[in-house]
């Protein structure tokens, strides 16, 4: 805007005091909305700018949000408005922060603290987030051969006798091991049995004995070792599949989508879509019951990774905290490596012809569903969603490096756990400041290229529980109910039988014992 009328001046002042009042009284969505009618009027105010940054950030407190990639953008607005802002500089710090740019973080907090030497909080903050940085660094450095040698090194302590379980120890214990398994020098096995049984002592509140839950770590290992990148599940005759959006460290929750999933079986395929752990504060116990049924039924147990399951997020939102606390660091360290074996990505792929009431009901503008090569309707299930590039493959998918490697920031490993849809067509930023937003065209012509009926998806919360959104062919499903005990949301999970057909069922959260979310996460997850 080259020039202001007095009267745009006049009425962004107005919008501006009433986004202040509605910020005030924490309705931060709204705050947001006024502030972006403010600068429809005066977009040469950095306070407005930055005001928005905020609310964006706040979001997260009450809604099923994250906007920091906008706020940071705004931000920067303020900030090439006013390079003498600080608070505009400390808004970008916590953003940075908040999408683990620990770098930039530290710069924007120094700049702060040389515009306002006396800001305790931005000094308080920069400190935190050095230290946090200087632990990163030094692991990296260290990371490829501790990385690497994880299982080995557990393989070995149990070898040598370093981790037998204590006789005094009264919680549930493994079974034996099958012949089979026996002649490979196991010695325990995996029931249904010892499952229940562990969800009891769970629910007590108790830990398993540390050589215990590293043996389940294992048999999830030796399982998912043997799958691609892109892992498939074929639907035969009679079989169904539930695909389960992120569970995020909500054991009580977790305990009642089971009890109206049912317990997998070989006839019943449980696919659960990344995010396990952080945020809630019972992720040990979550993902210990995941692997445990994983190491059962390794066949029709399936586990994607998601952009939580990585080390960086960990360190920040709870998940390394909680395992130190409950199993010691060496656990953390196998978990972490083990996560590195999960497939980025599943196609679920029904067996038999679609059935005419499937076809009759198919989704999307009265378009025919998009068949596989076989013309069968097949899903393709993953984390986050589709890429800055529209020729990727399900065999490039399929022949991604994983074991032993965190996602990065960019690519198509990246991309299948962070990126997003959006409303609009192409592709645009993304609101959370890593990855992008893939519109429904770019959906479109993916799924056309790759045979896919449709896209699973997770990584959002949404307040259904679920959403069908462009145009049919991306569904995003979310499994944590009233998510971090603040949004309010429904849980859900869909289910695919072996013609292609769908069904959605929602449901709410569970009462839980009085812990908070991010228990463990030390106070460096404000803005996450």
């Not at 169904?240 to 019943?268: A, E, F, M, R, W």
């Not at 952009?307 to 978990?335: P, S």
Request: hydrophobic share 35%.
């Amino acid at each position: 805007m080259s020039t202001l009328s007095e009267e745009n001046k006049a009425g962004a002042a107005a919008l501006k005091a009433k986004a202040n009042d509605a910020f005030r009284e924490k309705n931060f969505m709204e705050a947001a909305k006024l502030y972006g009618e403010a600068l429809e009027k005066n977009d040469q105010d950095a306070t407005i700018w930055c005001n928005r940054a905020f609310a964006r950030m706040n979001l997260r407190l009450i809604l099923p949000k994250e906007e920091f990639g906008y706020a940071l953008d705004d931000a920067t607005k303020a900030i090439e408005l006013d390079p003498k802002y600080v608070k505009a500089y400390y808004r970008r710090a916590l953003c940075y922060l908040s999408i683990l740019k620990n770098h930039q973080a530290i710069s924007d907090f120094k700049k702060t603290l040389a515009l306002d030497p006396q800001n305790a909080t931005a000094k308080r903050q920069l400190e935190a987030t050095q230290k946090l940085q200087r632990r990163i660094d030094f692991e990296k450095a260290i990371e490829t051969d501790e990385e690497e040698s994880a299982v080995d090194h557990i393989l070995q302590t149990i070898q040598q006798g370093g981790c037998e379980i204590d006789a005094a120890y009264a919680g549930p214990r493994l079974p034996p091991p099958s012949e089979e398994d026996a002649a490979k020098g196991k010695k325990f096995g995996i029931s249904a049995e010892f499952i229940g049984k562990m969800e009891e002592w769970f629910k007590s509140g108790k830990n398993l004995a540390r050589r215990i839950a590293w043996e389940i770590i294992l048999g999830c290992w030796d399982a998912c070792v043997q799958e691609e990148s892109l892992n498939e599940i074929v639907l035969e005759e009679g079989m169904t599949c539930d695909v389960i959006g992120d569970t995020h460290g909500q054991y009580y929750d977790l305990l009642h989508l089971l009890s109206l999933t049912g317990k997998p079986s070989n006839k019943h395929c449980l696919l659960f879509n990344g995010d396990f752990v952080d945020r809630g504060s019972w992720s040990v116990e979550v993902v210990l019951t995941l692997m445990a049924w994983k190491w059962l039924f390794p066949r029709t147990v399936l586990l994607n990774r998601g952009n939580h399951e990585t080390r960086d997020m960990n360190k920040v939102y709870g998940f390394e905290g909680e395992v130190k606390h409950k199993h010691g660091e060496l656990t953390y360290k196998l978990f972490a490596h083990v996560f590195t074996a999960l497939p980025l990505a599943t196609l679920v792929s029904p067996a038999l012809p679609p059935s005419p009431k499937t076809l009759a009901s198919a989704v999307g503008k009265g378009e025919a569903p998009i068949l596989s090569p076989e013309g069968r309707m097949r899903y393709f299930v993953t984390h986050g969603g589709l890429f800055s590039k529209d020729d990727v493959t399900l065999k490039d998918i399929r022949g991604i490096p994983r074991i032993g490697k965190q996602p990065g920031n960019e690519g198509i490993f990246c991309e299948l756990l962070w990126t997003d849809p959006q409303e609009s067509n192409g592709r645009g930023p993304s609101k959370r400041g890593v990855g992008i937003g893939f519109g429904p065209d770019v959906t479109r012509r993916w799924c056309t290229l790759n045979g896919i009926t449709g896209i699973l998806r997770s990584h959002e919360v949404r307040q259904g529980g679920y959403a069908i959104e462009h145009d049919g062919l991306c569904t995003t499903v979310f499994s944590a109910p009233n998510y971090v005990d603040q949004t309010g949301n429904k849980g859900a999970y869909v289910r695919i039988d072996a013609h292609g057909t769908r069904e959605y069922t929602t449901y709410d959260a569970v009462p839980h014992p009085p812990m908070k979310p991010m228990a463990y996460a030390g106070g460096m997850g404000l803005f996450g």
